[in-house]
């Protein structure tokens, strides 16, 4: 079963000298800017979502601090929550230069393979399997490392190694002195690749002003995180996977915190059982499970009865099988779509594994394009998660449009719509309730 897990983000930063170059415009530094958008990125997480983590580490330093020793390479905050006192230990960094030069410096001299290495250990020591982990690297060098053929191979080889384990890295990029950054130079597929499923490069443009480079990280603030992934069981023996994504869901407001009224700290909730007859304390291996047999009120007295059940009978009740999306038929499209009353909940986007399921692309698009030519609605059992109770879904075909906003991002993909539908016993047709019009 997929479960959601943090955003994790680590702001890859080039301190070297060329980012601290004056601009002609007699604007801030590219490196000032990058710290104005962390302290943005921080603000907005701490006001949207303050479980996810963000850490900050800067290369082409002269001070290095991190866990491995390499050299000019500083870890200047770790993979945390954020909280006030990184924001302004960041803002201290913009408003007074001089104190970036006085206690970690920059220098030209440094390794990018070992920079992403930190990061690989960082994730690997905080994160965990169901997080979701970026690297934002922020820089105005197209070929780092230029002349050491050696250590660009190592770059290259650690990204791959980054990318294998599910890492995906974003490049928001300035232009150096007189010149344009060349993508294709260096960083496009051989550190930077394109995300599963799209044909785009995680190269983003950001020249000009801090509203631009603001404007780029926050398009991707927001991770396309997915809502399941599960096997699509055609048959049996015969299945490729699926990835399920929410296109549409409600914002909710935040759960209130219990806090301190002493010390305004954020109060820690603790849940203890005791015995009714003894006031002792309970632990679970203590306690036993049951339900009333009989009914609450019984006809024929001293009939109530408890039937106790342990934890693992208790799981085996609720699981419904493992989950996966299985077919069990197909219906003609416009039987689905003529009644609106069929969707139960909003829908959800569903687009093949390719990752989990070699082969999967091949096998749905086929199908797609079957059920496009027939004009067929696919009707199957949708089991999302773990101990989740099977629901009957509709799987509407879409085919692509070639047709893109206005930030070249596609409008319309090829995929499915699934829709959740009731079951046979769901629909029913209350008795209207009668009304005398003569009466008020």
């Known amino acids: 079963a997929f479960q959601q897990g943090r955003d994790c983000v680590i702001f890859l930063v080039d301190a070297s ?4 170059a004056a601009r002609s415009d007699g604007g801030s530094t590219s490196f000032q800017n990058v710290l104005l958008c962390i302290v943005a990125y921080l603000l907005s997480k701490i006001i949207n979502n303050d479980t996810d983590y963000a850490a900050v580490v ?44 006085r206690e970690i410096g920059a220098s030209n001299d440094y390794a990018l393979h070992e920079a992403l290495w930190i990061c690989n250990t960082i994730f690997s020591k905080t994160a965990k399997k169901a997080d979701t982990k970026r690297i934002f690297i922020l820089t105005n060098n197209d070929t780092p490392n230029a002349g050491r053929i ?21 490049l928001f990029y300035f232009d150096p002195p007189e010149r344009r950054f060349d993508c294709d130079a260096f960083y496009k597929e051989k550190i930077i690749k394109a995300e599963d499923g799209e044909e785009n490069f995680n190269c983003h443009d950001a020249t ?22 599960i096997p699509f069981i055609l048959g049996d023996g015969f299945e490729f996977g699926v990835n399920g994504y929410n296109l549409f869901n409600e914002t909710k407001i935040s759960d209130y915190t219990y806090l301190v009224g002493a010390t305004n700290e954020e109060a820690q909730a603790v849940t203890s059982y005791v015995c009714k007859t003894t006031a002792q304390l309970l ?13 609450k009120k019984p006809l024929v007295r001293n009939t109530k009865k408890k039937v106790i059940f342990t934890q ?43 990752v989990s399921y070699t082969g999967s692309s091949a096998v749905f698009v086929q199908l797609l394009a079957r059920l496009v030519a027939l004009e067929k609605a696919a009707i199957c059992s949708f089991i999302p998660r773990k101990n989740a109770a099977p629901r009957l879904v509709a799987l509407l075909p879409q085919l692509q449009l070639e047709e893109f906003d206005d930030r070249n991002n596609l409008i319309r993909p090829s995929g499915f719509h699934l829709i959740h539908i009731p079951f046979a016993d769901d629909i029913r047709k209350p008795p209207a309730p009668e009304f005398d019009p003569e009466v008020e």
């Open 58 to 101: 800067l290369f082409g330093t002269r001070e290095s601090q991190n866990s491995h020793g390499f050299e000019h390479i500083n870890v200047y905050q770790a993979l945390e929550a954020p909280y006030a006192k990184r924001i302004s230990d960041l803002e201290a960094l913009i408003k007074t230069p001089d104190a970036f030069e």
């Open 150 to 170: 050696d250590l660009q191979r190592s770059a290259i080889t650690r990204a791959g190694d980054l990318h294998d384990t599910g890492t995906i890295m974003h």
């Open 208 to 229: 000009g002003k801090l509203e631009e480079l603001m404007r780029q990280v926050r398009q991707k603030e927001f991770k396309k995180r997915t809502a399941f992934k």
């Open 312 to 354: 693992a009978e208790l799981a085996t009740i609720r699981s419904f099988g493992d989950p996966g999306l299985r077919l069990i038929g197909f219906k003609p499209l416009q039987s689905v779509l003529r009644k609106p009353y069929y969707n139960l909940k909003h829908s959800a986007f569903i687009y093949p594994d390719e």
């Open 283 to 295: 632990s679970h291996g203590d306690m036993d499970y049951y339900y009333v047999y009989g009914g």
């Open 17 to 20: 000298p060329p980012m601290h």
